[in-house]
């Protein structure tokens, strides 16, 4: 048994079941994340329009006794490298749930499916993780009020942020360096194989139905990525509608998947659900 998995069996046999909770989430984050991730960032407008590319390392790195975890950055521009940002926080395991000093209104989730996101009540903001591997892509998504559509209580897309990671101590870079713009395709229909929801809040992972999930089109926004990512979102974010922020991964010829941002009300974060899927 290796020191971390020592430290979390310790940690669940003296825990409450709701601090049990917490603390697998915590293990799930260093378990999947607790790495240095080398990798593109892809950053893009409202309008689906590429604005600027990074060359990005994002380090994760747990202390001893697993009590916190030191988060370090560095972004650098690819068509300008004396351009250059450094960003370094701590995080702490900390009740109700994981917070990122970044943004303190949010909260952090894993699940068991080797997927995460950060979200806060509002809606407006969401960051979703996929890992398969040592890869890993994730997709910031932000909405912002605007004066027209403030009218109708409704948030329009203002920017998209895309990762795509490698784990440093792989030889060899498996993303491309094919334009990044975003391009059209056909999404392929798939079969779910495997699923779940990871509840806001309580952090309950519970199965969900294995039937074949729409990919949704009306009132949508589709951005097809490079490397078989694509997201599907609504054009614009009102208060009263259920929401999905859908982040889907093609990572091998057959297969894809997806992790699913579902926010129900402005009172909570989103919930997670996880898909692993078959194209048919």
Partial sequence: MNNGDRIEKEGLSQTTPSEAKIFQQWHRFIADHGFVWKGILSRYDGKGRLTEVLNSTRKFTPASDASEIEHYLCFINRDDPEKVMEKRWMIEKCGPGIIHPVDPDSTIMFSSQSSGIM??????????????????????????????????????????????????????????????????????????????????????????????????????????????????????????????????????????????????????????????????
């Fill in 119 to 280: 979200s806060r009540p509002g809606r407006e903001y969401a960051e979703i993780y996929l890992i398969e591997g040592n890869r890993r892509v994730s997709t910031v998504i932000s909405y912002y009020p605007d004066s027209y559509e403030e009218i109708n209580k409704r948030c329009g897309l203002a920017n998209i942020s895309l990762f795509r990671e490698v784990k440093q101590e792989e030889s060899s870079f498996p993303w491309s360096e094919e334009k990044l713009e975003i391009t059209n395709r056909e999404y392929p229909s798939v079969q779910v194989i495997n699923s779940s929801m990871l509840r806001f809040g309580t952090f309950d992972e519970i199965p969900v139905s294995n039937e074949s999930v729409d990919w949704f089109a009306e009132e949508r926004l589709i951005f097809d990525f490079p490397d078989g990512v694509s997201l599907n979102i609504p054009k614009t974010l009102k208060s009263v509608d259920k929401n999905n922020l859908i982040l889907s991964w093609k990572y091998s010829h057959n297969q894809i998947k997806r992790a699913i941002a579902q926010f129900s009300d402005d009172t909570r974060g989103a919930d997670l659900i996880t898909l692993e899927c078959v194209i048919v």
